[in-house]
């Protein structure tokens, strides 16, 4: 049976997801939980495929894949508790033989966390719809020999708590484009550039293309593959491993603002 599943992770202990020799990924992880339970043997075999790749440091809240096998049933009951605390699966689905989550994917969405907020949220609103259509990010992206032109659905900056988010959709992303495009945003919100620039650079791209923002604020969110998934409860472990994050990120809040008690911290 071909089954998909939607799944999370953290990055930051992970060399990226894509499988590499000798070192910890998303994929390998995965692929590892999977020959414990005896599922498959061999990953080619099994067609194990996921929609697309995230580098070291990003992390996914909807990352796709899928993989043949004759257990299903024990696969949607047992993965989730074999998997590392730091992936977890949310929702599984039969799909046709003919399914890839890369190919099937008609539209995938990613989200951008600043923090501090760079400035004029409104002013990098308005800058980011220049993306909107059918472009050339040459300048915004590592494109090596594809293709640079891709066709953005939405894109937009707003305020969540004490965030300034971007988020956009697009059919497909070249290597580094959206962190490219946040490090572009953050220039408009500081009043380093304005909309034009940007508009610029997407009809006449520049030589040189733009640095990518650090890979720690950006999140896969959600990967449209055209199919429904049935939810799955997370692990407990995952759920201590995220409870325990938080506590500490609260933790570190306090300690910070302990020690600076004369200084107003940014907020």
């Not at 047992?78 to 599984?92: A, H, K, S």
């Not at 719809?129 to 300048?139: A, H, K, L, Q, Y």
Request: hydrophobic share 40%; aromatic share 12%.
């Amino acid at each position: 049976m071909n089954l998909a599943f939607r799944y999370s992770y953290f990055g930051d202990c992970f060399f990226g997801s894509q499988m590499q020799p000798g070192l910890r990924t998303v994929e390998g992880e995965f692929v590892a939980a999977c020959r414990r339970l005896e599922l498959f043997d061999d990953w080619r075999e099994a067609h194990f495929v996921t929609a697309g790749r995230t580098d070291r440091g990003v992390h996914a809240r909807s990352q796709v894949c899928s993989f043949t096998t004759d257990k299903p049933d024990r696969a949607v009951a047992v993965l989730n508790r074999v998997l590392p605390e730091d992936i977890w699966c949310t929702g599984w689905t039969g799909v046709p033989d003919g399914f890839h989550p890369r190919y099937s994917a008609v539209a995938r969405t990613y989200r951008y966390y600043f923090f501090p907020a760079p400035g004029d949220t409104a002013a990098m609103h308005e800058a980011a719809r220049e993306f909107v259509g059918r472009r050339n990010f040459s300048s915004f992206a590592r494109v090596g020999d594809r293709n640079p032109e891709r066709t953005i659905v939405t894109a937009e900056v707003y305020e969540d708590g004490p965030f300034v988010v971007f988020e956009v959709t697009g059919e497909s992303f070249l290597w580094n484009m959206v962190r490219c495009m946040a490090t572009a945003l953050e220039r408009v919100g500081k009043g380093e550039a304005n909309a034009g620039e940007i508009a610029r650079l997407l009809e006449e791209p520049a030589g040189r293309g733009l640095p990518a923002a650090p890979p720690g604020g950006l999140v896969l969110w959600e990967v449209d593959c055209g199919v429904s998934f049935t939810p799955l409860p997370v692990d407990e472990k995952s759920r201590r491993y995220l409870a325990d994050r938080y506590r500490r990120a609260m933790i570190m809040a306090e300690v910070s603002a302990r020690l600076t008690p004369e200084e107003r911290l940014p907020e």
